[in-house]
């Protein structure tokens, strides 16, 4: 948001005491959305939206439903329109909402209510089935008696026996059939019933949902429209930069892409917003800490404290928990596809990256990628190889950060063409600045150091001598030639008597730092083997023991 609009019409007045809604003070609801987000690597800055046309008079604007988590001390409120419009008060309160959850524990139980008086009517159904089925029963227990009487004197005939029993028994199957089906029928029920219960348990666990509601009282003299903006400092959000550092096939050039990972666990999704990234630390503060005096006196003890004494006054809990609050608040919370890039504006003590794209961010947590920036910087390459820790040689890079933007310190994927090398962190680097890359290791060109000779010796004038001989093979198995670094150390004598000396290396050195690291730079040809071999000598008072050989 840009100064111009903070130099508007409107008088902004934060965190006046508590307003009142008078009589003739309207209330309204702001129908708002996050429409922009501006994301720092520890919390983020959310503006919502809400366009409302009024009429003149006196309203209390509420945003309602906001999450707990939004900072009370970042909350501003802007405005710009046609109407002539004063806001005049901010207050921020917590408030309990009745959520989606209470409703949908209501409309659980009517369902539920509905299926308990259906399996009711079934239970009555299924009631006058079994007296069917009863009486039914009691026919053909009478009937058997009567027949055996009357088929004696030859009544009842064939036919009127036979649709006897016919009656008897269709009548007692059906009836057992609507039985068992009725059965069948009551056990869904139940089993429908069961699983709204479970629905029911989970839903009545959030029907009470705690937000925050910011009410802007604001005067209209002239009607019109009037849009307002809040915004607002919320933490569990943050990002962080990933790259991408392929080196090109002829290993001249290598394309760094920056990514960023953002994530958020702010209580709202994010949807469809207008996404700024920044590398602002708000956390930190604005101004450097203050430097106090710094006392120092002669020991002085403390007198003893008898225990008839009164103890010292405690610190009142209230202003300790005051102070503890205090510092809480102070803690800081393969055809290549092209990617839509940010822009980059330096804001001087940070930088921005704009996408230019509308984002979805929900709030879960997860980690979600978009592309910052594209660059291919040049590259110049050299062979490294520390065969005292490993046998690998090591294709590392140097390179300017051209960009005009720093690279923040982040984790690297580097890849030599399409293939993956491996990962490692990049610290800071600034805008125009000089740094190296690793692109892994070379299985092409490979190195082998043996310790040939070990010798200690009791030497003259009082001195002990120990001395170590080392040979280091090379060969570039590849069909050009290149240089190779090589790194080995010698010890640092911690004390004066102690001397560590250089002997007789094969192929002089190109440097050795004061930390006693050894650097030679070795051309190979294409196929060429070769051999260095260096010593190193140690002497100290022969009185004297000596450690870390």
């Known amino acids: ?15 006046l005491p508590s307003l009142s809604l008078s009589s003739d003070m309207k209330r309204v609801t ?5 429409t922009a987000v501006t994301v720092y690597p520890d919390r983020a800055q959310t503006t919502r939206s809400s366009s409302l046309s009024l009429k003149p008079g006196s309203y209390l604007i509420t945003f309602e439903s906001l999450p707990t988590l939004l900072l009370d001390d970042s909350v501003r409120v802007s405005g710009q329109g046609t109407a002539a419009a004063t806001i005049i008060g901010l207050e921020i309160k917590r408030a309990f909402l009745e959520g989606s959850g209470e409703k949908r524990v209501q409309e659980l139980q009517e369902e539920i209510r509905i299926l308990e008086r259906k399996m009711a009517g079934m239970d009555a159904r299924k009631a006058g089935s079994a007296a069917q089925q009863a009486f039914l029963q009691s026919i053909r227990v009478a009937w058997g008696e009567r027949i055996s009487k009357e088929l004696a004197v030859g009544m009842p005939t064939s036919a009127e026996l036979l649709d006897a029993s016919s009656f008897v028994g269709s009548g007692v199957t059906r009836a057992e059939e609507q039985i068992r089906d ?10 429908k019933i069961d699983a709204l219960r479970r629905q029911q348990n989970q839903a009545s666990g959030s029907t009470r949902k705690e937000s925050k509601t910011v009410e802007v009282s604001v005067e209209i003299a002239r009607e019109g429209t009037l849009n307002l903006e809040l915004e ?7 990002w962080e930069p990933l790259y991408d550092a392929r080196l090109a096939d002829d290993a001249t050039t290598a394309e760094i892409t920056f990514r960023a990972l953002v994530r958020q666990q702010s209580g709202e999704d994010w949807k469809s917003v207008n996404l700024t990234l920044s590398t602002a630390r708000p956390a930190v503060g604005g101004a450097p800490p203050e430097l106090y005096p710094w006392n120092i006196a002669f020991y002085r003890p403390q007198p003893i404290m008898l225990k008839s004494m009164a103890a010292p006054a405690a610190v009142p809990r209230r202003a300790y928990k005051a102070d503890q609050m205090q510092v809480e608040s102070a803690l800081p919370e393969e055809s290549p596809t092209a990617f839509v890039t940010a822009q980059i504006s330096d804001e001087q003590s940070s930088v921005s990256f704009h996408v230019p794209r509308a984002l979805d961010i929900p709030s879960n947590g997860a980690a979600h990628s978009t592309v910052i920036a594209i660059e291919r910087l040049p590259a110049s390459m050299e062979y490294l190889a520390r065969p005292k820790l490993s046998p690998a040689v090591f294709l590392r890079s140097e390179m300017i950060n051209q960009g005009g933007y720093p690279l923040l310190p982040g984790k690297v994927n580097t890849f030599v063409g399409n293939r993956y090398t491996g990962s490692s962190q990049l610290n800071k680097i600034a805008a125009g600045e000089k740094f190296r890359l690793f692109f892994g290791s070379d299985g092409q060109v490979t190195v082998k150091r043996d310790e040939v000779k070990q010798r200690k010796e009791a030497g003259l004038f009082g001195k002990n001598r120990v001395s170590y001989l080392y040979r280091i093979e090379l060969a570039n198995f590849r069909k050009v030639p290149l240089t190779l670094t090589l790194q080995d150390q010698l010890p640092r004598a911690a004390d004066e008597e102690i001397k560590v000396t250089l002997d007789e290396p094969s192929l002089k050195p190109e440097e050795i730092k004061d930390d006693g690291t050894i650097i030679w730079k070795t051309p190979l040809q294409a196929g060429e083997k070769k051999e260095l071999s260096f010593g190193i000598s140690v002497e100290y008072p022969k009185e004297r023991e000596i450690t870390g050989l």
Not at 1 to 15: A, G, I, N
């Open 30 to 34: 702001a129908i708002a959305r996050i």
């Open 1 to 15: 948001m840009t100064w111009l609009r903070y130099l508007s019409s409107l008088t902004l007045l934060l965190l």
């Open 232 to 238: 607002a400092m919320i933490p569990q959000a943050g």
């Open 182 to 191: 009725m059965d069948f029928e009551k056990q869904a029920i139940k089993d």
